[in-house]
């Protein structure tokens, strides 16, 4: 099998003889110079990555393999951060759909950076792997639209497509943090503290859509004095749940939108706690001592939560995965329908925590 040719699986893929004819030069010429192996005048050598890009060549990290008569086992997974138990549990979902199938999970995160991601993009794609599942921090994807056209399936993992379509796996968002925010309300909380990841991802944005619905439908018009987006790590929601606290009329209740910012709220409450501040306020107001400790509501269940007795809105993460990997599975077997899109429900899980009277 010629270098960059493709197996049924990969109909349509350019090879390295188109680029060798667009830049003029012979097959080895062309894969001299993609490899920089040297022996290539530099003009030659600019030309012919100049053909690559016109027909949409992309170096194929297997090429031995597929020469021998092999195929690519292997299945591409891009995440905003493999360090938060989310990702590592989806990707626990997929790789057992895809074991069983004799195929292989690589696994890339970006930290939610958008440069990052197309780079290991390219990467996992260069490695020509069998379909690309992706939990993308970009805001853009039209530039997927042509590797979606040579027969590489592409899923979506929580954050939706924008600017090509595919198959997308997603969180019903909205409605969970709905539910989280209205169950406070009938708790009798109206200082409500809303402490969001970036506000650039979808996920968070549907959830401060459903933030928003529940205010609104409570008559709650002011709820954004006591919102704060951008907490995008442990360290950083503790710093913004410590600040919310010192406030000269603090908020009763919390809600954090994902499991690394309640991590944060937890350490602030704690360290509260340590500090007296949250006694001191309690010895003001005698007449409510509960006011020491705000209700607490997370997004997204985490490890020893219910030790914790943190009240969370859950969902199946792994399940997540295993869809995800069954639709990338279909489109390889030759499932040809219009995109899908399913949306897994949410579920308030009441532990305590938020079940806090103001």
């Known amino acids: 099998m010629s270098e960059g040719g493709g197996d049924r699986n990969n109909v349509g893929r350019p090879t390295l003889r188109q680029v060798a004819a667009v830049a003029g030069v012979s097959i080895k010429t062309a894969s001299r110079a993609l490899r920089g192996e040297g022996y290539v005048a530099a003009a030659t050598a600019v030309r012919v990555h100049d053909a690559a890009r016109q027909v949409g060549f992309r170096l194929n990290a297997l090429a031995s393999e597929l020469r021998q008569g092999g195929t690519s086992n292997l299945v591409g997974l891009v995440t905003g951060d493999l360090a938060n138990p989310f990702y590592a549990t989806v990707a626990g979902g997929i790789e057992r759909e895809l074991r069983a199938r004799g195929l292989q999970l690589v696994t890339a995160s970006t930290d939610e950076d ?8 390219d990467a996992l794609l260069q490695r020509r792997v069998r379909a690309l599942l992706i939990a993308s921090s970009s805001t853009d994807h039209t530039h997927l639209a042509d590797e979606a056209g040579r027969g590489v399936p592409l899923v ?8 090509v379509q595919a198959d997308t796996v997603l969180i019903d968002n909205r409605t969970g943090a709905g539910d989280a925010v209205r169950h406070l309300i009938a708790g009798g909380h109206r200082r409500i503290g809303v402490v969001a990841d970036l506000s650039r991802l979808a996920t968070q944005q549907a959830r401060i859509d459903g933030v928003g619905d529940a205010m609104s439908d409570a008559g709650i018009d002011d709820w954004r004095e006591l919102f704060r987006p951008d907490a ?31 991590a944060g709220a937890l350490r602030a409450l704690q360290q509260a706690r340590i500090d007296g501040r949250l006694d001191a306020r309690a010895h003001r107001d005698p007449e409510s001592a509960a006011r020491k400790l705000p209700a607490l509501i997370g997004f997204d269940d985490f490890e020893l939560s219910d030790v914790l007795g943190v009240s969370v809105i859950g969902y199946a993460a792994e399940e997540m995965g295993r869809t995800a990997a069954r639709l990338a599975l279909d ?28």
Do not use: C, K, W, Y
């Open 114 to 121: 958008p440069i990052a991601e197309q780079d290991l993009i």
């Open 156 to 163: 979506f993992v929580d954050r939706p497509p924008v600017g």
């Open 232 to 262: 995008h790590d442990v360290a950083a929601a503790q710093t913004t749940v410590d600040q919310l606290l010192d406030m000269p009329d603090p908020p009763t209740a919390l809600f954090t939108l994902n499991n690394r910012i309640t």
């Open 331 to 358: 489109r390889l077997e030759g499932v040809n329908h219009p995109a899908q899109t399913v949306v897994l429900p949410t579920t308030l899980i009441e532990r305590g925590s938020g079940e806090r009277r103001p």
